[in-house]
């Protein structure tokens, strides 16, 4: 039984430029949610997406979007990156109303030059 | 702002000893997760309980939650170098979805 899996592992993009990472949750789970962790730091939650819909949102500017699709994955775009954009970005999973808590992915390293 | 403040920011201990950790949040949630994280890998989920639950057990892992001081500890017990990992409390407020994080305390195990 397959976890969650994310896509590209690394990436490397320049300031300015738009990124996608994209994102398989575990099979059976229907509820994808994003974060962004800085080195040294703890996840930060940038949104969630059930339904197709985001249904709730972190601190996080409009340059921040996301998207799930009817099989439940799901992608993040982020566009005009910054430097302070660099960080581990990682996917998590669950069934909605989380009971067990989440399965996460093993991370997306983006790196901001 | 994160909710979740993990005590101590870092631990050294010796194989066999037990590991205690802290967290405390600030709102009134549904539940309260741990989770362990291996050089910045993803995050493995290690246990969940409740707002209404007072103690979990799951293999070495001991969790303990006290909703009136809005707290919760992680006990390792008998732990081996294996268990060298950062491991952050995640909090899910009340009426919200979304999993709030700590800083997370570094745990060292030497063996």
């Known amino acids: 039984d397959a976890g969650v899996t994310q896509s590209p592992t690394h990436l490397i993009k320049t300031r300015g430029q738009q990124v996608t990472l994209r994102c398989s949750p575990k099979?059976?789970?229907?509820?994808v949610s994003w974060y962004q962790q800085a080195l040294g730091q703890g996840p930060q939650f940038i949104f969630q997406?059930?339904?197709?819909?985001?249904?709730q949102r972190g601190n996080f500017p409009d340059r921040f979007s996301g998207h799930q699709f009817p099989n439940y994955s799901s992608e993040l775009n982020v566009n005009a990156l910054l430097l302070g954009d660099s960080a581990l970005y990682l996917c998590?999973?669950?069934?909605?109303?989380?009971?067990?808590?989440?399965?996460f992915g093993s991370g997306t390293r983006l790196t901001v030059v | 702002s994160q909710q979740g403040e993990e005590d101590p920011q870092a631990l050294s201990i010796q194989e066999g000893e037990n590991a205690t950790m802290n967290c405390s949040y600030k709102?009134?949630?549904?539940?309260l997760q741990w989770y362990r994280q291996n050089s910045g890998r993803g995050l493995v989920h290690l246990i969940l309980i409740r707002s209404n639950e007072r103690e979990k057990h799951s293999g070495r892992l001991r969790v303990t939650l006290d909703t009136s001081k809005k707290s919760s500890s992680l006990l390792i017990t008998a732990s081996r170098a294996a268990d060298t990992a950062s491991y952050f409390c995640a909090t899910v407020y009340t009426g919200g979805f979304k999993t709030i994080f700590g800083a997370g305390t570094r745990l060292f195990v030497k063996a």
């Open positions: 997406y059930y339904e197709e819909e985001e249904r």
């Open positions: 709102t009134s949630i549904n539940n």
């Open positions: 099979s059976g789970h229907d509820t």
């Open positions: 998590a999973s669950s069934v909605d109303r989380v009971k067990e808590g989440y399965t």
